[in-house]
């Protein structure tokens, strides 16, 4: 079991930055792959970042890469998503998720795929 929990949030202008961080808890000594997705009002959670629990394998959704990146703390527990040249549309709640695997550079872009999520935070961008 883990717990997970977002923080980083909050209101920015279009073509700004935002660093929203998630703390793991619980049994952090497991190889835990983590993702970040995003659901907006009325819409399904879409996947954004995702990296794996070892050699730090990323994989970034179209409409962030280039603008987004995932990174991680393994000796803090924590992952980490820095956004930058943000758009009204990145607009929504951020969910911090994670998965236990034996599979070193693994990654997965799945909500199914995680067993485990946060409460989420909120990014909204102004135009």
């Known amino acids: 079991q883990v717990q997970l929990v977002e923080s980083g949030g909050g209101l920015v202008q279009t073509g700004g930055s935002l660093r929203v961080s998630c703390a793991a808890s619980?049994?952090?000594?497991?190889?835990?792959?983590m993702g970040w997705f995003r659901q907006a009002p009325g819409k399904e959670r879409d996947f954004v970042a995702a990296?794996?629990?070892?050699?730090?394998?990323?994989h970034y959704a179209d409409s962030v890469k280039g603008r987004f990146t995932i990174s991680r703390d393994s000796a803090e527990d924590a992952v980490y998503l820095q956004m930058n040249n943000l758009k009204p549309e990145d607009t929504a709640v951020y969910y911090c998720?994670?998965?236990?695997?034996?599979?070193?550079?693994?990654?997965?872009?799945?909500?199914?795929?995680?067993?485990?999520w946060g409460q989420g935070t909120q990014v909204t961008v102004s135009s």
């Open positions: 998720a994670a998965r236990s695997t034996t599979r070193n550079g693994a990654y997965f872009t799945g909500v199914a795929d995680y067993p485990y």
């Open positions: 619980g049994s952090t000594s497991s190889r835990y792959a």
């Open positions: 990296i794996s629990w070892y050699f730090g394998n990323t």
